[in-house]
């Protein structure tokens, strides 16, 4: 088995981007690499500057450079796709689908890391850059590069490759996972305990659940909430353990449960029902409270 260790650098991040970069390394089982690719490629579309700023290809430097079809890169790249290969990338869905574009369809074997980090430690941060720093992998990256001559830049896709490759091997030799359980956990929806971005960061999900209802309800109806957020959401609410506190957010009830409210003011709770702008969740509360009636 071979594992391509591999990421791109592109003209930016929208649909009609392009990759502007490829490079990938070739690591057989004992993670000496055998095979180094990294080749600049003309895209079919401008380099955006937002991109230039971080990956500081120009268009200049692409003007004469291949297709990306007829690079050594991807033809070697596509002789390797296979199920009995693997395929390591951080931030997979972006540099696959950047292939796909270019008409390649991967048969490789996955693991993500970026997953995979978000599975072995949910409370941490999961960049590429950070986890360099933060795990000592730099520390190590002028021995590998002098070991295979390799000469790389700042902030390009072959620097990143070798941070990746170094990334890999800490987490195969320090976590205790084989490759399959890598690729299980690259499958696998992660499950939060906490929310990591928004109005309630670093707050338990299970808490906003309870106290705020709404918020969560809003949160389930947004058509780019992250999978695995929307995942952790879901567990969450079908092991709650105590009823959701609906409160009123205006009116002169603002602040109250509906349950103290239909103790002092059926008729506005039954006016609010019918009157209030509000989400469906507080509604069908209000609702069974009306219908015991």
């Avoid at 609010?272 to 069974?288: D, L, P, V």
Wanted: proline share 3%; charged share 30%.
């Amino acid at each position: 088995m071979k594992t391509i260790i591999l990421d791109t650098e592109t003209t930016g991040n929208k649909d009609e981007d392009r990759i502007c970069q490829l490079s990938y390394l070739v690591v057989n089982e004992n993670f000496e690499i055998e095979e180094i690719y990294n080749e600049l490629v003309r895209p079919d579309v401008d380099i955006k500057f937002e991109a230039m700023a971080v990956h500081h290809i120009t268009p200049e430097m692409v003007q004469n450079a291949p297709k990306i079809k007829h690079t050594k890169a991807f033809k070697r790249l596509k002789e390797l796709n296979s199920p009995e290969n693997l395929i390591v990338i951080h931030n997979a869905p972006f540099d696959l689908d950047m292939l796909s574009k270019d008409g390649f369809n991967s048969f490789f074997k996955l693991i993500d890391t970026n997953r995979v980090i978000r599975h072995l430690n949910p409370e941490g941060k999961f960049s590429l850059q950070y986890n360099r720093y933060a795990l000592g992998l730099y520390k190590k990256e002028k021995e590998i590069c002098k070991k295979y001559n390799i000469e790389i830049n700042a902030h390009d896709a072959l620097g990143d490759v070798i941070v990746l490759y170094l990334l890999y091997k800490y987490i195969r030799e320090n976590f205790n996972k084989n490759i399959e359980e890598l690729i299980e956990l690259t499958q696998k929806p992660v499950l939060y305990d906490k929310f990591y971005q928004g109005k309630y960061k670093f707050e338990k999900i299970r808490d906003i659940l309870i106290k705020d209802p709404d918020y969560i309800e809003y949160m389930l109806n947004l058509a780019d909430l992250d999978p695995d957020v929307k995942y952790s959401i879901e567990h969450h609410l079908e092991n709650l353990d105590v009823e959701p506190q609906f409160r009123f957010n205006v009116g002169k009830y603002k602040g109250m449960l509906i349950e103290d409210v239909a103790e002092i003011d059926m008729g506005y709770l039954s006016w609010a029902y019918h009157n209030m702008k509000m989400g469906k969740w507080m509604r069908e509360k209000i609702g069974k409270i009306l219908n015991k009636l």
